[in-house]
């Protein structure tokens, strides 16, 4: 099995003010994407799509050649152009979203896959769990996965941030999802509310209905709207196309949403570094 890790960096970035995607937080210079490949490859991911804008090549090239030798690396590209003919292209002003981010990777990948965020840090738990959920699927349903993560813990000091409020029943199964703008004291700490932090696992059924939803979507949508991942796949859960199971709360993330949340990320990595959990180098 040669599954994929997709990761979604096409972003604008505009609340930190540059391109987070490659901003250097490690001891050693080391950008969030760094400690993405290094997690995802020890979990056993093989290949890694990077779905970014095609302005960005220049400066991935030179990142992505640090592991060219222990993972497939393949580069997509998110144009907002890539839309069907009658799509409201015209006087868009921001790319078109997550879900038609991720289908730009479709021509990468063969099996299923998983799918994160470049600018969050999720931890090696969270890439190991998410590998041997996609390693032991069972052909007969579509089943999908969702790392879910405590509300509490994902929210910023520097300002509100956009999370995907998950419902799950007994059994940890996704009955909706909601995204909402939060900030510190909007949920209770400890709580148990699970957000949704873009970390999925999905099966290819998942591009037929990207596709789908896509194109409908790009007829009505105003020149700022998204088509975001939870929507999609909210919808398919409703539709009972898919079931999604929320994998057990994870601990550790931290992110990139603001530019003051760079020394926390700094001070989180210096740490993990110091108690072993990440060698010197990572690539040497």
Same mark, same amino acid.
């Given at each position: 099995?040669?599954?994929?890790?997709?990761v979604?960096?096409?972003?604008?970035?505009?609340r930190?003010?540059?391109?987070?995607?490659?901003?250097?937080?490690?001891?050693?210079g080391e950008?969030i994407?760094d400690?993405?490949?290094y997690?995802?490859?020890?979990?056993?991911?093989k290949r890694?799509v990077?779905v970014?804008?095609?302005?960005?090549?220049?400066?991935?090239?030179?990142f992505?050649?640090?592991f060219r030798g222990?993972?497939?690396?393949k580069?997509?590209f998110?144009?907002?152009?890539d839309?069907p003919?009658?799509?409201?292209?015209?006087?868009?002003?921001?790319?078109?979203?997550?879900?038609?981010?991720?289908?730009a990777?479709a021509?990468h990948?063969?099996?299923?896959l998983?799918?994160?965020?470049?600018?969050?840090?999720y931890g090696? #738990? &969270?890439f190991? !769990?998410?590998? *041997?959920?996609?390693?032991d +699927?069972k =052909?007969a /349903?579509?089943?999908?996965? $969702?790392?879910?993560?405590?509300?509490?813990?994902t929210?910023?000091?520097?300002?509100p941030?956009?999370?995907?409020?998950?419902?799950v029943?007994?059994?940890?199964?996704?009955?909706?999802l909601?995204?909402r703008?939060?900030e510190?004291g909007?949920v209770?700490a400890?709580?148990g509310?699970?957000?949704?932090?873009?970390?999925?696992c999905?099966?290819?059924?998942?591009?037929?209905h990207?596709r789908?939803g896509?194109d409908?979507?790009?007829?009505?949508?105003?020149?700022a709207q998204e088509?975001?991942?939870p929507?999609?796949?909210? #919808? &398919?859960v409703? !539709?009972g196309? *898919?079931?999604?199971?929320? +994998?057990p =709360?994870? /601990?550790?993330?931290?992110? $990139?949403?603001?530019?003051?949340d760079?020394?926390t990320?700094a001070?989180i990595?210096?740490?993990?570094?110091?108690?072993?959990?990440?060698?010197?180098?990572?690539?040497r």
């Amino acid at each position: 099995m040669h599954l994929s890790l997709v990761v979604l960096a096409a972003g604008l970035g505009s609340r930190f003010g540059s391109l987070k995607q490659l901003v250097p937080v490690g001891p050693h210079g080391e950008t969030i994407l760094d400690y993405t490949a290094y997690d995802a490859h020890r979990a056993g991911f093989k290949r890694i799509v990077f779905v970014i804008r095609q302005e960005m090549v220049e400066a991935f090239h030179p990142f992505a050649s640090r592991f060219r030798g222990l993972l497939e690396v393949k580069l997509a590209f998110q144009q907002t152009e890539d839309a069907p003919k009658g799509a409201l292209v015209k006087g868009r002003v921001r790319p078109w979203g997550t879900a038609h981010a991720l289908l730009a990777a479709a021509p990468h990948v063969p099996e299923a896959l998983a799918v994160c965020n470049a600018d969050d840090f999720y931890g090696a #738990e &969270a890439f190991a !769990a998410a590998f *041997a959920f996609l390693r032991d +699927l069972k =052909p007969a /349903k579509v089943t999908w996965a $969702l790392a879910g993560y405590p509300a509490d813990a994902t929210l910023s000091t520097q300002g509100p941030v956009n999370r995907a409020v998950c419902r799950v029943d007994e059994k940890g199964w996704l009955v909706d999802l909601e995204e909402r703008r939060l900030e510190r004291g909007d949920v209770p700490a400890g709580g148990g509310t699970i957000v949704s932090m873009n970390l999925w696992c999905f099966t290819q059924e998942l591009f037929t209905h990207l596709r789908a939803g896509f194109d409908e979507f790009s007829m009505r949508a105003g020149p700022a709207q998204e088509y975001l991942l939870p929507d999609a796949v909210r #919808e &398919a859960v409703r !539709a009972g196309l *898919a079931r999604v199971k929320v +994998l057990p =709360p994870a /601990k550790g993330w931290f992110g $990139l949403t603001y530019a003051d949340d760079r020394d926390t990320a700094a001070e989180i990595l210096h740490a993990l570094h110091a108690q072993g959990r990440y060698p010197e180098n990572l690539w040497r």
